[in-house]
């Protein structure tokens, strides 16, 4: 399998539940994201990981709880959401945000839509 | 903090028209990109753009790259409907590479 995938493309939990996101790339990169995107709202970047490493957390609810345990996965973990959370989830890699001059191009996966009851 | 904007955000137009998306950034940089989405799917790199007078071309799309004016630009030739999509622009600056996206352009090519 090649590129960015993303299991499962479609959930819908209760406001009670806990679920994962899972997000996979194989594309040998070192940067992994989270975005959120909602319906008319721009792409919203969640999390950023480089090298294993969290380094960007934008000022997200503590119900996303992301986890990397090596440079080809990436997770987000979901409990007590609210339905104003329920949006299209996107993971994208790129190959490194360490000053890399040739660009950063971010590859983005399928998505999840998560409805939130 | 680093702004885009991009317009139109709406685009309705005809079958063999030629038209162009602009999008404009607050803060100095030479990294620029778009990409393509299709209704409920996910987004698709379409150019990289990474110097000032930069312009590549595929198919009927050809973007380009004035840095001193903070400006892209996303020409469409021709139309035809499978063009049909949200295109959205994106800035990264370099040694702080987080994109910065702006809000996308929803194309409608009309028969």
């Known amino acids: 399998e090649t590129g960015v995938t993303q299991t499962p493309r479609h959930l819908v939990m209760g406001m009670t539940n806990k679920k994962s996101l899972k997000c996979e790339q194989h594309?040998?990169?070192?940067?992994m994201y989270w975005y959120k995107q909602s319906a008319k709202k721009p792409l919203e970047l969640m999390f950023v990981?480089?090298?294993?490493?969290?380094?960007e957390n934008n000022s997200v609810p503590s119900r996303f709880s992301p986890e990397c345990p090596n440079s080809s996965h990436l997770f987000l973990h979901l409990h007590t959401l609210q339905p104003e959370d329920s949006a299209l989830y996107l993971c994208?890699?790129?190959?490194?945000?360490?000053?890399?001059?040739?660009?950063?191009?971010?590859?983005f996966g399928p998505g999840t839509r998560l409805t939130v009851l | 903090e680093l702004k885009v904007e991009q317009n139109p955000l709406f685009l309705s137009m005809q079958e063999g028209k030629n038209y162009t998306i602009y999008c404009n950034y607050s803060t100095t940089s030479d990294r620029l990109y778009w990409y393509r989405q299709d209704p409920g799917k996910s987004l698709e790199s379409l150019f990289v753009?990474?110097?000032?007078?930069a312009v590549k071309q595929e198919g009927r799309l050809m973007a380009s790259l004035d840095t001193k004016a903070r400006l892209s630009t996303l020409h469409i030739t021709a139309a035809v409907h499978d063009l049909s999509a949200t295109y959205f622009c994106?800035?990264?600056?370099?040694?702080?590479?987080?994109?910065?996206f702006g809000t996308g352009t929803r194309l409608t090519i009309i028969p």
């Open positions: 990981y480089n090298f294993k490493e969290q380094t």
């Open positions: 994208a890699s790129s190959p490194s945000r360490q000053g890399n001059r040739g660009g950063n191009e971010q590859f």
């Open positions: 753009l990474l110097s000032n007078g």
């Open positions: 594309l040998g990169h070192n940067a």
């Open positions: 994106a800035v990264d600056i370099f040694g702080n590479e987080k994109l910065t």
